[in-house]
Structures are given as structure tokens and as C-alpha cells.
């Protein structure tokens, strides 16, 4: 069932959790949906549903309205890209199951070469992965592909 592959958002702060975002995100919108990785899909004032890649770092539009996504998402591979389907899969299959406010991450990041696979991913909480995502993403937005990073992990 596709509700499967949507995160169980009770008791999640939204506002806690995009705060490291706002450099991003409109300035008005409603968290509408999460796949399992944290990904959102936001409804903006006029309706349109766009998507908070947080494993990318961007926010795209991928449909005019609810209805529309609805329907977009039953178009050729959107629902396993959008929801993450095939990984989220294997992670269940290897006996990763999340708990309420948790979310599947990725360990290193795809942008940084980490790979979509179990090994690289493991549960975490939701508030404490899209927070470092929306740091990390802020400080190399205006990067080039393929620009050297040094990561300096502080306690």
C-alpha cells in the first residue's frame, strides 16, 4: 500500500525540525507529506505541492495542486523516486523499522558520494537529520559539482 512508503508524522515539531531550512523554504507553507527518508512534500498559498529534497538540498515544484500529485505520482517512476520506494524496502527487509519521530538517513551523504543502499543508511531522529541537512546544505550551495569539502566534525 503507498501509505506504507509516507513517514508517520504525529508529534513531529515542523518548525523545530526546518528551522536550519528557512534559507530555502517559502516564507508560507503547510508540511503536507514525508516519505520515510524525510523528504517532504509542501503545499504553498497557491495550492502547488513542492518537494523538499533533502538528501539534494532543493526545493522543486512537481505538481500544480493535491489532486494533481495524486495523480503525477501513479506516472511512470515518480512514486519510487518520490517516495523512495525500492530503499525503503530494503531497509525493512533488513530489519530496519522506525520508531515515532524517526526517519531513515543516509550516513554520508549522496551529494558527498554516499550511496542509496542499507549499508549507508540507518534510523535517526527526524528533527536531528533534517537540521544537519539544512546546515549542510546552506554552506555549499553556491559550490560547484565536484568542488572539494572539508568536514570538521565538533563535539
Known sequence: MITDYFLDSEGIDWNRSLATWRWLLPAK???WLANPFAELFLV?????V?????N????????????DFCTKIDDGNNAN???MIP???????????????QCYGFKISPVLGGEYDVENCAPIQVWDYLGANGAFHEKIQNLPD????KIEVVD
Open 146 to 149: 565536484g568542488a572539494s569539502v
Open 44 to 48: 504553498v498559498p497557491d495550492g502547488s
Open 81 to 83: 523516486e518520490w517516495l
Open 56 to 67: 539534494g538540498g532543493i526545493l522543486r515544484k512537481v505538481a500544480e495542486s493535491r489532486d
Open 50 to 54: 513542492h518537494m523538499l529534497e533533502v
Open 29 to 31: 507553507f503547510t508540511v
Open 87 to 101: 530503499l525503503v524496502d530494503r531497509m525493512i527487509a533488513a530489519g530496519f523499522t522506525l520508531q515515532p519521530g
